[in-house]
């Protein structure tokens, strides 16, 4: 872990900087400590999903019980045959080499968005935009409506069933009020989750990505570092060494909200249309009778 | 390690994203809200349908089209409450005024279109107070078609594919949906001889909701897959345009004998549109929380909205999960209000 200087969350003037999270997963160990740190940090419930086969991946997906969440995937050029009848019968291709094997790990977490869709569509002012840039969720406001559940493009957000309000990462408000990292980024061993001033993240991450590139990881690519994406850029971005499907995440996330405009002058042409239809049908039909 | 590039195993993640598992959340509306739908639709329509009528001198039609207002205005925010998660904080929606949420506007909208409309119908029936219900009905004529169309756009501002390529027509399909409910309902309850208007009301809102549908499906492309095949959302859709079908057409051929189809029941009261808001909203009564999620065919609704992720065969279905040990939240975040920032952050 790195270790902050505790001005880092404001500039010399004293303004709060926006902070966020830049996750290395070529880095990334599968040791799932951010999960456990998470978790007992903030009192997430137990959440526990069983085996799922899912790799050494038994917290399946962002929820309202997992603010943190590590992605495991096996690459290989062949499959199953290895084991099945192929094997038996000798006809399973040559075992291939450990240099053709490939396993990516990748902590997820909330996105943090420039234009966040969750936020953007909460009736009660329960999410909001916190100094530091993050988006936080007030649970003694959240009434529970339901809303952003379906406005995130990522699936983050979720509303807990036994309790009827909605939960997802805080990137650690409490914390950073007082001056210290995210627990998740604290307990991180390889400093695969960084935490830090967005600006200087989205630099270093930078320079990280192209080291990588140049060093044959073709697909290594950036997720959510462009402020001009479809949700304006993640206040918490990504390195990947593949493409976001692979990780489960959306390739070309879009806010919902971004079309609103149109929505709205839409759904007035309909209004529009509506209120002359029947008054036309009523004017010029003729008049009921006694 | 570039080797492994090459490619993905059968079955591994890659092939169809991770193990399958859809990108977004389940929507967590219940079966309220398609019920509110047809509703708010119903008394909207209705209360403009009553004051258009008023003005065109057809006394009887606009006391009918008032009557049937009052109720729907009255169930439609019992239902928008009870979908809550926490019902007995419905209030916390009236302390902030936000209009990037359809929903924060559907509140106030539906907070003061309702007493008007429920006031109006009630006057209306007992015969008392002419000008507080002149007063009344022409509040709730001007918020009503606000009410029809705004849950369009609730319903668009969503993550979800098939309900965010729909934005264009959705206000055209509620609008249409809300006139033949409010024209059959205004048909039933107004005496033959001044039910006349609200049978062309009816057939032509069944028409403009069939013709805007289609238009719908056939933007939405292959996102239209949902409403295909046998899955809930594809079969109360067959429900709905068949009855809105049947209701215009036997509202159309009953021309002249107009007090004949109003006694033998409902030709076009549109029972087919909380069925066709259900399907809009991809789910069916009974509620989301006992069922099962969708499979098959209904599970692109889920997924991502890009061509590239698209994948018609993703499965949807989860683990079940053992019931959660439940650990109270020991770190409240405090007074976070007093520091919110609404808007977007720059």
């Not at chain 2, 606009?62 to 007995?88: K, T």
């Not at chain 2, 539906?110 to 009630?122: E, N």
């Not at chain 2, 409902?266 to 029972?271: L, Q, T, V």
Request: aromatic fraction near 8%.
């Amino acid at each position: 872990m790195t270790t902050l200087d505790p001005g880092a969350w404001f500039t010399p003037d004293g303004e709060p900087r926006r902070m966020g999270f830049f996750t290395d997963t070529s880095v990334c160990i599968g040791c799932k400590a951010c999960e456990v740190a998470c978790k007992e940090w903030n009192g997430v419930p137990s959440d526990v999903a069983g085996f799922t086969g899912m790799s050494f991946d038994n917290t399946v997906a962002l929820g309202a019980d997992t603010w943190r969440h590590v992605a495991f995937v096996e690459q290989a050029p062949v499959g199953l045959e290895w084991f099945g009848e192929d094997a038996a019968a000798g006809t399973a291709p040559a075992a291939p080499s450990a240099q053709d094997l490939r396993f990516l790990m990748s902590s997820d977490v909330c996105k943090h968005c420039t234009r966040a869709g969750c936020l953007d569509v909460c009736p009660t002012g329960a999410i909001f935009r916190t100094e530091f840039g993050s988006v936080v969720v007030q649970e003694d406001v959240c009434n529970g409506c339901g809303y952003c559940v379906s406005a995130c493009p990522f699936g983050v957000i979720e509303r807990r069933e036994d309790d009827g309000r909605a939960f997802k990462c805080t990137l650690c408000y409490d914390r950073s009020k007082g001056g210290l990292e995210p627990a998740c980024a604290t307990a991180c061993p390889t400093d695969s989750i960084q935490f830090g001033p967005l600006d200087e993240l989205r630099d270093r991450a930078a320079g990280r990505v192209e080291h990588l590139v140049a060093a044959g990881q073709s697909r290594a690519q950036l997720y959510g570092a462009d402020p001009d994406d479809g949700v304006g850029g993640f206040g918490a971005f990504f390195l990947l060494l593949d493409r976001p499907e692979v990780y489960g995440l959306p390739p070309d996330p879009v806010v919902p909200t971004r079309d609103a405009a149109r929505m709205w002058r839409m759904a007035g042409a309909a209004a529009g249309v509506l209120v002359a239809g029947i008054a036309a049908l009523v004017g010029l039909s003729p008049r009921g009778g006694r | 390690m570039s080797a492994a590039a090459g490619g993905t195993a059968a079955g591994a993640p890659g092939a169809d994203g991770y193990y399958g598992r859809p990108v977004l959340k389940r929507p967590a509306w219940t079966w309220e809200v398609p019920w509110y739908f047809w509703t708010g639709g119903l008394a909207g329509a209705s209360s403009v349908l009553s004051v258009a009528a008023r003005a065109a001198g057809n006394r009887p039609l606009a006391r009918a089209a008032a009557i049937a207002a009052a109720p729907a205005a009255a169930v439609s925010p019992a239902l928008l409450v009870s979908d809550l998660g926490r019902p007995e904080r419905f209030l916390n929606m009236l302390r902030v005024f936000r209009p990037s949420s359809p929903l924060s506007m559907g509140a106030w909208l539906l907070s003061a279109y309702a007493p008007l409309a429920v006031g109006a119908g009630a006057a209306e029936l007992l015969g008392i107070l002419p000008r507080t219900r002149t007063a009344a009905a022409v509040g709730a004529a001007a918020l009503g078609p606000g009410l029809v169309t705004y849950t369009a756009v609730l319903l668009a501002h969503n993550a979800v594919p098939v309900w965010h390529g729909a934005q264009r027509e959705l206000p055209f399909v509620f609008a249409g949906s809300a006139a033949a409910s409010a024209g059959g309902a205004a048909f039933l309850l107004a005496p033959a001889a001044a039910a006349e208007p609200a049978r062309r009301v009816a057939i032509a809102g069944g028409l403009l909701e069939l013709a805007a549908e289609r238009a719908m499906e056939r933007r939405l492309g292959p996102l239209a897959a949902p409403f295909e095949g046998d899955g809930p959302a594809a079969r109360l859709g067959r429900w709905a345009r068949g009855l809105t079908a049947a209701g215009t057409t036997l509202a159309a051929a009953g021309g002249g004998r107009a007090g004949r189809w109003r006694r033998r029941g409902p030709p076009c009261c549109s029972p087919a549109a909380p069925a066709s808001a259900g399907r809009c909203t991809g789910r069916a009564s009974p509620p989301p929380r006992t069922r099962a999620p969708p499979s098959g065919r209904s599970a692109p609704a889920w997924t991502p909205a890009s061509p590239r992720a698209r994948d018609p065969q993703a499965r949807s279905t989860r683990p079940v999960r053992p019931a959660p040990v439940r650990v109270r939240n020991s770190a409240t975040l405090g007074p976070a209000s007093s520091l919110s920032r609404h808007g977007t952050y720059r």
